[in-house]
């Protein structure tokens, strides 16, 4: 699933490619995407997207006369792909979230998996992909919207995220600090890659709770998520199936990983073995020497 830095990624580069453009047609192909009706979609033609904003993990379209706000979740597999141009069956893809094939180009056809289209009256167009079908698109008011943002956690990259605001949240948990750091309605954008490498910068054990945790020790973890997570938006993500930024270019934080995805190699640290189990439901990689 594509985290904070890999979303933040894709909304800065579509917003370099869709903004102010006129809205053709919407075509809901899959209706399990979308709880509503495709007439309701079709209510953004003839309208433009003028600002796109990440919410967590989500991407935000806000347009120029539409009120309502329409938010996309790629979750698993999902794919928000740019095509600059369609003709003769043949498109270029230029901005993307996941991608099928490592490849700068790619034609339609090598989307077999297209779930709603948005064409715009220059011949281009934003299509999403999802291979498992878990990606969502809502259209939401602005009253849900705000609905939306109150479930969620403070947000890492905003001048909000400060220290009493990390502690205020941390106080009386119990959880392990993996699963808080997953939990969205305390920090909201991190997901499994980069809660591992958090803790492992912060030489925390992933299974400790959180109220054994001293106050020094949350300084560094707070510390370090703001760190990892600005680096991984300024190498544009991790690559991890085949994920490309808004250029076609494989994300550039994959290099940096100390932990995730190294089930069994040494420790960049200590030279001991990364081992990996199973932890609030996922998948958790740890230095077992590096990590308390």
């Avoid at 917003?15 to 995407?33: A, G, H, P, Q, T």
């Avoid at 009120?67 to 979740?73: A, L, Q």
């Avoid at 020094?216 to 199936?241: C, D, H, P, S």
Wanted: glycine share 6%; hydrophobic share 35%.
């Amino acid at each position: 699933m594509p985290e904070l830095p890999e979303v933040e990624t894709i909304k800065n580069g579509l917003s370099r490619f869709v903004l102010f453009k006129e809205i053709k047609d919407v075509f809901l192909i899959d209706f399990k995407l979308f709880s509503g009706t495709e007439k309701e979609l079709k209510k953004l033609k003839k309208d433009k997207i003028f600002k796109i904003e990440r919410l967590g993990k989500a991407i935000v379209f806000f347009f120029e006369k539409s009120k309502k706000k329409m938010i996309i979740h790629l979750k698993m597999t999902g794919q928000l792909v740019y095509f600059l141009q369609e003709k003769n069956n043949s498109s270029i893809l230029t901005a993307g979230g996941h991608s099928e094939k490592n490849q700068k180009k790619l034609d339609i056809k090598d989307f077999k998996h297209l779930r709603f289209k948005m064409s715009f009256v220059d011949g281009s167009f934003l299509a999403l992909n999802d291979t498992r079908r878990f990606a969502y698109l809502k259209l939401l008011s602005d009253v849900d919207l705000k609905k939306m943002k109150n479930r969620l956690g403070l947000e890492p990259l905003s001048s909000d995220f400060i220290f009493e605001s990390f502690l205020n949240v941390l106080k009386n948990k119990k959880k392990n600090i993996k699963a808080f750091l997953l939990d969205q309605k305390y920090v909201s954008g991190i997901g499994n890659i980069y809660a591992d490498e958090i803790l492992f910068a912060s030489k925390i054990s992933p299974f400790r709770s959180v109220d054994s945790l001293s106050d020094k020790e949350k300084k560094i973890i707070y510390q370090n998520i703001k760190r990892i997570l600005k680096l991984a938006v300024e190498k544009k993500g991790t690559t991890f199936n085949d994920y490309v930024d808004a250029s076609g270019q494989s994300g550039g934080f994959w290099p940096l990983l100390k932990v995730y995805g190294r089930k069994g190699e040494k420790c960049k640290t200590c030279s001991g073995l990364i081992i990996k189990t199973k932890l609030a439901g996922r998948g958790t990689h740890y230095c077992p020497k590096c990590q308390c």
